[in-house]
């Protein structure tokens, strides 16, 4: 049984099998109508179910045209209107969705959740974000990276902001993947010590944000206030020298380019100028979501990797 809740579920080869498959597919479909499925539809008679207990859109959409493609089909629920929301046991939903559908995504808040899901279901479990960590986000990062034509190996990560759930994520793939992530966040609101100590010394956290984008590949930044979050003033104003702004960007390698899972508050934690910039890949990166989303399908279900 294959889950996969966090990149080290998948490792670097399957990480890397991932993404070369995920290259394949988007250039084997290209100019196909989106709600094609592929040639070869690998998924076909597969059925994934998605939960969601937080919102979204990019993970929801993607997911389920991800499925589609594959030759599969979808059911997307809300928690709030499963008995889930009324205190039925995430064991229990799991046993009893296995016996329906083929895999299960699901969006949630505390990661012991993911985890529980996975201990009681007999089918695959993807975790399509948690407080601790969003794996499915930087699968679609490391596919944009490498269209940008820049190798992973040796690779230099500036992060900038809050020390939140898509960074623990960058700082795992890190590790795996041998490529450097400076994190320069405010006092208060750095990452868990236990995940930079994951990336096996290929990740730092520092206070200035200079020594963080100085000749750094890629600068990524997300949001300040995550779901779930109170949106505190004191969070903000700590904050606040860590937007991304051209003059920082200005540090970084002049081919740096710079990511954002999305969604983005111009003017919080990115400058306008940045994320609607030439070095912004944030489109591409969201159009991967589909492509890399339909890899972690995939090697959930043991054809690749
Ligand atoms: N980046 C991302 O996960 O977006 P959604 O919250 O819209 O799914
Ligand atoms: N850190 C953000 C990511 C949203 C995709 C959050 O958890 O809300």
Same mark, same amino acid.
């Given at each position: 049984?294959?889950?996969?809740?966090?990149?080290? $579920?998948?490792? &670097?080869?399957?990480?890397?099998?991932? @993404? !070369?498959?995920?290259?394949?597919?988007?250039?084997? #479909?290209?100019? =196909?109508?989106?709600?094609?499925? $592929?040639?070869? &539809?690998?998924?076909?008679?597969?059925? @994934? !179910?998605?939960?969601?207990?937080?919102?979204?859109? #990019?993970?929801? =959409?993607?997911?389920?045209?991800?499925?589609?493609?594959?030759?599969?089909?979808?059911?997307?629920?809300?928690?709030?209107?499963?008995?889930?929301?009324?205190?039925?046991?995430?064991?229990?939903?799991?046993?009893?969705?296995?016996s329906y559908i083929d895999a299960i995504m699901i969006r949630t808040d505390d990661h012991a959740k993911v985890e529980e899901m996975a201990h009681y279901a007999s089918v695959p479990v993807i975790n399509g974000l948690t407080d601790a960590s969003h794996p499915c986000q930087i699968m679609a990062d490391l596919l944009t990276i490498l269209e940008s034509g820049k190798a992973l190996p040796g690779l230099k990560v500036a992060w900038l902001g809050d020390g939140n759930n898509v960074l623990a994520s960058i700082v795992e793939a890190a590790g795996l993947m041998q490529f450097d992530v400076v994190a320069a966040c405010p006092q208060g609101f750095q990452p868990e010590?236990?995940?930079?100590?994951?990336?096996?010394?290929?990740?730092?956290?520092?206070?200035?944000?200079?020594?963080?984008?100085?000749?750094?590949?890629?600068?990524?930044?997300?949001?300040?206030?995550?779901?779930?979050?109170?949106?505190?003033?004191?969070?903000?104003?700590?904050?606040?020298?860590?937007?991304?702004?051209?003059?920082?960007?200005?540090?970084?390698k002049p081919d740096?380019?710079?990511?954002?899972?999305?969604?983005?508050?111009?003017?919080?934690?990115?400058?306008?100028?940045?994320?609607?910039g030439p070095q912004s890949l944030i489109w591409a990166e969201a159009e991967n979501r589909l492509h890399a989303q339909k890899s972690v399908l995939r090697w959930c279900f043991g054809q690749i990797g």
């Open positions: 049984m294959r889950h996969f809740l966090n990149l080290t $579920d998948a490792g &670097a080869d399957g990480i890397a099998a991932m @993404l !070369a498959d995920a290259l394949d597919r988007k250039a084997a #479909r290209a100019g =196909f109508p989106k709600g094609r499925a $592929d040639s070869d &539809a690998p998924l076909a008679g597969h059925t @994934l !179910a998605m939960i969601f207990e937080k919102n979204s859109t #990019r993970t929801r =959409f993607s997911f389920d045209m991800a499925i589609r493609q594959l030759g599969g089909t979808s059911i997307v629920a809300e928690s709030g209107s499963m008995q889930l929301g009324r205190g039925e046991s995430i064991a229990d939903t799991a046993r009893v969705l296995s010590e236990e995940a930079i100590v994951r990336a096996s010394g290929r990740a730092r956290v520092v206070s200035d944000p200079r020594e963080a984008v100085e000749g750094a590949d890629i600068v990524v930044t997300d949001t300040w206030i995550s779901m779930g979050q109170a949106n505190a003033e004191t969070k903000l104003k700590a904050l606040t020298p860590y937007q991304v702004t051209s003059a920082l960007m200005a540090d970084a740096a380019k710079f990511l954002h899972c999305l969604p983005a508050h111009r003017g919080e934690e990115v400058s306008t100028e940045v994320i609607d």
